[in-house]
């Protein structure tokens, strides 16, 4: 049986990552513990048709962002990783900076410290020298930057398979085997004939 994958959504705009990454999770088998932050559940509201009730029954297990008690708030609770989808400017400034004011920033902590493969889908554009920074900060702690940029060589028809391509590159981090797009097999021009 595999660990579980720990799952935060936090509240900067695409909270549709998350959601959408939680349900394929859940149709490939893969045992979830769902963190959603304060202001995630208003932009479920603002952004998404999906209930806050509906999100939490797509995982297996849920935690309050204020439980800093949690199972995943520990480090010998083993998991396989976590997933930040989308990852705010506010929790990664308090991940980059170990300032666990909450679980979302605590298991993110935990999962740098225990060196597993901890994935942070930030949104936010234009970037600052400030947000580089705190960037540069989360990857020299270990974390993967992997923001939500869409790729079009898989010619996406819709915006959900411009979803799935980025949770797809999430996936591809922590070793989840997926087939959300079609992958890059070089071009066809370029093969030797």
Known sequence: MSL??????TGATGVIYGVELLRVLKELGQETHLIISESAGL??????????????AMADV??????????VASGS????????APCSIKTLSGIANSYTANLVVRAADVTLKE??????????????????????????????????????????????DLIHQSI???????????????????????RSQ
């Open 62 to 71: 849920v935690y309050p962002n204020k439980d800093v008690g949690a199972a």
């Open 4 to 9: 579980p994958l720990v799952v935060a959504i």
């Open 168 to 190: 797809g590159k999430a996936l591809d981090q922590v070793g989840i085997e997926h087939e959300l797009f079609r992958r890059w097999a070089g071009h066809a021009g370029s």
């Open 43 to 56: 932009n479920l509201k603002i952004e998404t048709e999906h209930s806050l009730k509906e999100v939490r």
């Open 115 to 160: 060196q597993r493969k901890l994935v942070l889908m930030v949104r936010e554009t234009p970037l600052h020298k400030g947000h580089l920074e705190l960037m540069m900060r989360a990857a020299d702690c270990g974390a993967v930057l992997l923001p939500p940029v869409p790729a079009f060589y898989h010619k996406p028809a819709t915006i959900m």
């Open 77 to 84: 609770f083993r998991t396989r990783g976590m997933i930040v």
